[in-house]
């Protein structure tokens, strides 16, 4: 298995050197006595501690034993997994970064998304657990009652609870306007929610006292599609004044057997007539889960970002110590029986293609959790709106952009490896079995895609891209003279101007034929993201380049910086060309052939 280890240093350049963090927690009133850089650093130096020495060794004990589900509907989690939770609950990380009015510790979510990557690169399908209980949280604070944030929202920042969303059934997956749960009013005023959910992570376990499941279902009387669709708590355990009681007519019907991530249940969850109570308004149930579709949707991305650094980490130190061949411009370890891979340009590059998307994607994930923090703490609503508008542009593409990436640095992983990436006792195939979900939950990528082009740009008039280009137009003019960086900035002003010009092209199209917006989507997705990613390497250029200037005992963590940098722009950013010339070729190049003309 690759050995862990935390990328503290990596982690410290993003948030100090590139996104000045520690400016941003300063002009933050709640947190700016909070998340001082001593504290900062404490905590991600523990979190690291925490990863490395206990989670990463249960991440092959989880592949290997999986799930068991009992007669009963419980379900056991693999050997360590109950307790490394408690002692996650004891270290107090579930309530880090949340209000203290409910018992949180008042930290920056931001920081909490620093704590989620070393869980997940350590131990994805661990991480799950703790993972889905965020949204939970974010949809309790966002639309609960004062009674149920103090009786469910308390337990789960506390982590004595974890939470799942229930959105998934059998006869839909991404299309919800047709699901069938039905809610019928109890005289209590609760509700009775019977139906079968699919694809449950986290829904059931042993890790924690409750789960609180978040339910969609329907009403009787109310209207079809997705405009009937209301939300509810549905707790495994029913609560009576705090405490628990009875078990609720919720069970775990079977396991998923799954491509990956063995370590977590997912569950086909069976609701027979459970108490159930409303949250939010009726019938406005999917407006109310989009805040917890929204969380999971940063926390996909960041699947990819993990999958990019742990595919990375094990990649990197097998090209330095196994030896095969030669180096065609002569031997580079003469006293060894060969050289070590590394030497070879074609293991460099796909070592270098991870590097750069681990980066780079850590840059675009700690971008989106800047944002949060200003959604929710900003001092003004307007710089509240602004941040709300920039983190719904750039969410499909994390999502979406980071997950694709994500997939494709797994698969390097093995690569490098060569026939011993296929072995499951290094545990590079490992990561590309529990990356592969990651473009597909949460919504697909072309879903994702659509969600980017359909609602954030064209149905906003391009505005939504306007407020970003704007962003990298104004970096880019700023470093107009910096010739040392004009290799950077020059690609990614033409680019960024094509960016605005494909997508009135798009537009126009797509007045006289809707199909072009899907046809198009998918690729206009990927040059966004590969564009998004030039900008913010571009930015970490001008860090590394300051930093040598200023004169640094880290010459080589620099100038590697700006390598990696110059690899980024001249050998995956020229992908934008591919997709620049597909996303225009016409929606009659895939709608044209008949369906019965796919035979075979």
């Known amino acids: 298995m690759p050995e862990y280890k935390a990328p503290l240093r990596e982690i410290k350049f993003v948030l100090d050197e590139v996104l000045d963090m520690p400016g941003h927690y300063a002009s933050l009133p709640a947190y700016a006595d909070v998340a001082t850089p001593d504290m900062v650093d404490a905590i991600i130096t523990e979190g690291a501690k925490f990863c490395e ?10 592949d290997i034993e999986g799930c068991t589900r009992h007669e009963d509907g419980s379900v056991t989690t693999p050997t360590g997994f109950k307790e490394a939770y408690q002692q996650f609950v004891e270290g107090g990380w579930p309530s880090m970064a949340h209000d203290e009015s409910v018992g949180g510790q008042g930290l920056p979510e931001s920081l909490g998304t620093v704590m989620s990557e070393m869980v997940g690169t350590s131990n994805w399908s661990w991480g799950m657990y703790p993972g889905l209980s965020h949204g939970a949280m974010n949809t309790l604070s966002t639309w609960g009652t004062d009674e149920q944030k103090e009786t469910y929202l308390t337990k789960l920042v506390s982590g004595e609870w974890t939470g799942t969303m229930c959105l998934t059934e059998p006869h839909c997956g991404s299309d919800l306007g047709i699901l069938k749960t039905k809610a019928e009013p109890n005289a209590d005023g609760s509700y009775a929610i019977s139906g ?165 994607g850590r840059a675009l994930v700690y971008l989106t959790a800047q944002q949060n923090d200003i959604v929710h703490k900003g001092e003004t609503e307007e710089a509240r709106k602004a941040a709300d508008e920039l983190l719904g542009f750039l969410t499909p ?26 072995i499951a006792e290094w545990g590079m195939e490992q990561i590309v079995r529990d990356t592969r979900i990651s473009t597909i939950y949460e919504g697909t990528t072309g879903i994702q895609a659509l969600d ?27 470093q107009a003279d910096n010739e040392e960086l004009a290799q950077f900035v020059a690609p990614l002003v033409e680019l960024n101007k094509e960016w605005g010009d494909l997508t009135m092209k798009i537009g126009m199209t797509a007045m006289k034929n809707r199909e072009e917006v899907g046809s198009a989507s998918v690729d206009y997705l990927m040059y966004s993201g590969y564009v998004t990613l030039a900008y913010l390497w571009a930015k970490m250029a001008k860090a590394a380049q300051d930093a040598l200037a200023a004169g640094t005992s880290e010459e080589d963590y620099y100038k590697a910086k700006l390598t990696t940098a110059r690899f980024y722009f001249t050998r995956i950013l020229p992908r934008t060309k591919a997709h620049a010339a597909t996303m225009l070729a016409g929606a009659d190049t895939v709608m044209d052939l008949a369906e019965e003309h796919f035979a075979f």
Request: aromatic share 6%.
């Open 196 to 360: 079968t959910k699919i694809f449950i992570s986290a829904g059931e376990h042993d890790m924690a006292d409750n789960i609180v499941h978040i339910v969609l279902a329907r009403l009787p009387g109310a209207p079809e599609g997705t405009k009937g669709i209301s939300l509810f708590i549905v707790p495994k355990f029913n609560v009576e004044n705090g405490e628990i009681a009875d078990r609720n007519a919720v069970t775990c019907g079977s396991i998923e057997h799954k491509m990956g991530i063995h370590g977590n249940a997912t569950c086909v969850m069976n609701f027979d007539g459970a108490k159930g109570f409303l949250i939010g308004p009726e019938n406005k149930g999917l407006n109310c889960m989009f805040t917890f579709m929204n969380t999971a949707r940063i926390g996909t991305a960041l699947q990819g970002a993990t999958a990019c650094e742990g595919s990375f980490q094990g990649a990197l130190a097998y090209a330095k110590d196994r030896l095969a061949m030669r180096s065609l411009s002569g031997p580079k370890a003469p006293e060894k029986a060969a050289d070590p891979i590394i030497v070879h340009p074609d293991v460099r590059r796909m070592l270098l293609t991870q590097k750069a998307f681990a980066e780079g």
């Open 397 to 422: 593409i994390a999502k979406a952009f980071l997950t694709e990436v994500g997939c494709e640095s797994a698969n390097l992983g093995m690569q490098v490896f060569g026939g011993h990436g296929f």
């Open 452 to 478: 980017l082009l359909g609602r954030k740009v064209l149905m906003t008039q391009g505005q939504s891209l306007k407020n970003f280009t704007k962003i990298v137009h104004t970096f880019c003019k700023e």
């Open 53 to 62: 020495n206990v989670l990463a060794p249960l991440n092959r004990t989880g």
